[in-house]
């Protein structure tokens, strides 16, 4: 069709964590001197076959475990790569493979929902035929039972986009549990559902209820009610390790079948699993403008205008909620989004500070020493690579 040095992303549909994995690919085409085509499945009207054989591709990455690709693409002899593969691919030991770290997601979880006094911890995935999803379920109960704890699991929920089905599923199985307790929901989407469950009978999150989920698009888990704490996986760098191996593979055709895995950021911790000692609801929606305005530039004394009180009863209440005084919790929401910059090899140190809220960057270079006991240089280049498996 072109000479020129054409890559497909072959994907079900342009969206949720695609969006960001497109961003880490288009990264490395960049570099390499590829133009990256994106081929959405859902959207096709004729044979993805035909589709290849118009584009005639160096290559391609296939984005999922999608049921709609064809078969053929098995025994493909076009140089490809699986991204977040079903699990016949992943234990094949045949492929060339980039790894959501499922078990790193169930740990962040397992260390969320530990961090408060639970009765009870639960579990509530996609489908069994899902295979992240139990992934995720198998380590999330593998700590759990080290500990001697039980999980109760609610492992294949609903009927796939019907989400009355899963609401009629849940109640009864959210009501039955042991309160406190803490909830793993394998994802944002059913995690949403879980709080209109309890929001339906009458249990109050965090208090009866704590809910962490996965994938942290802030539009999204911003807006529930409590907001939702989510796992933030570096879907970027998830597409960067995936055009990567492909580079690899083509500069090399020899090169051996590898996994590589891209490692979650951390947990954004919102209402749905905070505690607050006292002072709750003011200080909740404190907690809620710090974690969506630090970066931009947000001072102590517009949080203490927020709470409505004076500044020394606001950081009495702050600090008996919390554990922390106010300029403490800024800093923690703007140093973990310093380290989210960080992960990005495209992103330049020097504007970080400004990006992050503060006017100095030799305050954020002294300070990120001071924290992590290394540079920001260091720290990128130590966090730079995906391991291995």
């Given at each position: 069709?072109?000479?020129?040095?054409?890559?497909?992303?072959?994907?079900?549909?342009h969206?949720?964590?695609?969006?960001?994995?497109?961003?880490?690919?288009?990264?490395?085409?960049s570099?390499?001197?590829?133009?990256?085509?994106?081929?959405?499945?859902?959207?096709?009207?004729?044979?993805l076959?035909?589709?290849?054989?118009?584009?005639?591709?160096?290559?391609?990455?296939?984005?999922?475990?999608?049921h709609?690709?064809?078969?053929?693409?098995?025994?493909?002899?076009?140089?490809?790569?699986?991204?977040?593969?079903?699990?016949?691919?992943?234990?094949?030991?045949?492929?060339?493979?980039?790894?959501?770290?499922?078990?790193?997601?169930?740990?962040?979880?397992?260390?969320?929902?530990?961090?408060?006094?639970?009765?009870?911890?639960?579990?509530?995935?996609?489908?069994?035929?899902?295979?992240?999803?139990?992934?995720?379920?198998?380590?999330?109960?593998?700590?759990?039972?080290?500990?001697?704890?039980?999980?109760?699991?609610?492992?294949?929920?609903?009927?796939?986009?019907?989400?009355?089905?899963?609401?009629?599923?849940?109640?009864?199985?959210?009501?039955?549990?042991?309160?406190?307790?803490?909830?793993?929901?394998?994802?944002?989407?059913?995690?949403?559902?879980?709080?209109?469950?309890?929001?339906?009978?009458?249990?109050?999150?965090?208090?009866?209820?704590?809910?962490?989920?996965?994938?942290?698009?802030?539009?999204?888990?911003?807006?529930t009610?409590?907001?939702?704490?989510?796992?933030?996986?570096?879907?970027?760098?998830?597409?960067?390790?995936?055009?990567?191996l492909?580079?690899?593979?083509?500069?090399?055709?020899?090169?051996?079948?590898?996994?590589?895995?891209?490692?979650?950021?951390?947990?954004?911790?919102?209402?749905?699993?905070?505690?607050?000692?006292?002072?709750?609801?003011?200080?909740?929606?404190?907690?809620?403008?710090?974690?969506?305005?630090?970066?931009?530039?947000?001072?102590a004394?517009?949080?203490?205008?927020?709470?409505?009180?004076?500044?020394?009863?606001?950081?009495t209440?702050?600090?008996?909620?919390?554990?922390?005084?106010?300029?403490?919790?800024?800093?923690?929401?703007?140093?973990?989004?310093?380290?989210?910059?960080?992960?990005?090899?495209?992103?330049?140190?020097?504007p970080?500070?400004?990006?992050?809220?503060?006017?100095?960057?030799?305050?954020?270079?002294?300070?990120?020493?001071?924290?992590?006991?290394?540079?920001?240089?260091?720290?990128?280049?130590?966090h730079?690579?995906?391991?291995f498996?």
């Open positions: 069709m072109t000479s020129m040095n054409i890559v497909l992303f072959i994907t079900d549909l969206t949720g964590s695609r969006i960001p994995e497109l961003a880490g690919i288009r990264e490395v085409a570099q390499e001197g590829w133009h990256i085509e994106e081929i959405e499945l859902q959207r096709l009207t004729q044979p076959e035909k589709i290849v054989a118009y584009w005639d591709p160096l290559g391609c990455i296939f984005e999922g475990s999608s709609l690709l064809p078969k053929s693409t098995k025994t493909w002899s076009l140089p490809h790569v699986h991204l977040d593969p079903p699990e016949e691919i992943f234990t094949s030991k045949t492929a060339f493979v980039v790894m959501n770290d499922d078990l790193g997601i169930a740990e962040l979880a397992h260390r969320e929902l530990a961090r408060q006094d639970c009765a009870s911890f639960a579990f509530i995935g996609w489908s069994r035929e899902v295979f992240w999803s139990r992934r995720r379920l198998e380590r999330f109960r593998s700590i759990l039972s080290s500990m001697g704890k039980p999980c109760t699991i609610l492992e294949d929920p609903w009927t796939l986009g019907n989400k009355n089905d899963l609401m009629s599923r849940l109640m009864p199985w959210i009501a039955a549990l042991p309160k406190p307790c803490g909830i793993f929901a394998v994802n944002d989407d059913v995690a949403a559902v879980a709080l209109e469950a309890c929001r339906r009978l009458n249990l109050t999150v965090p208090l009866d209820v704590r809910i962490v989920g996965t994938d942290d698009n802030p539009d999204f888990c911003d807006h009610r409590p907001s939702l704490s989510s796992i933030r996986p570096n879907f970027r760098q998830g597409g960067r390790l995936a055009a990567e492909l580079a690899k593979r083509l500069a090399d055709p020899t090169s051996p079948p590898e996994t590589r895995v891209y490692h979650p950021f951390g947990v954004t911790t919102r209402l749905s699993t905070r505690v607050l000692a006292s002072f709750g609801k003011n200080v909740g929606a404190a907690l809620d403008l710090i974690r969506r305005e630090a970066c931009s530039g947000l001072k004394a517009d949080v203490v205008k927020a709470l409505g009180v004076s500044e020394r009863i606001a950081e209440r702050f600090k008996a909620a919390t554990g922390n005084r106010i300029t403490e919790e800024i800093t923690r929401v703007r140093l973990a989004r310093v380290l989210e910059l960080l992960a990005n090899p495209r992103q330049n140190i020097g970080i500070a400004n990006l992050c809220g503060w006017d100095s960057d030799i305050y954020l270079k002294r300070l990120f020493k001071a924290r992590y006991g290394m540079t920001m240089r260091e720290w990128r280049e130590s730079s690579k995906g391991s498996s």
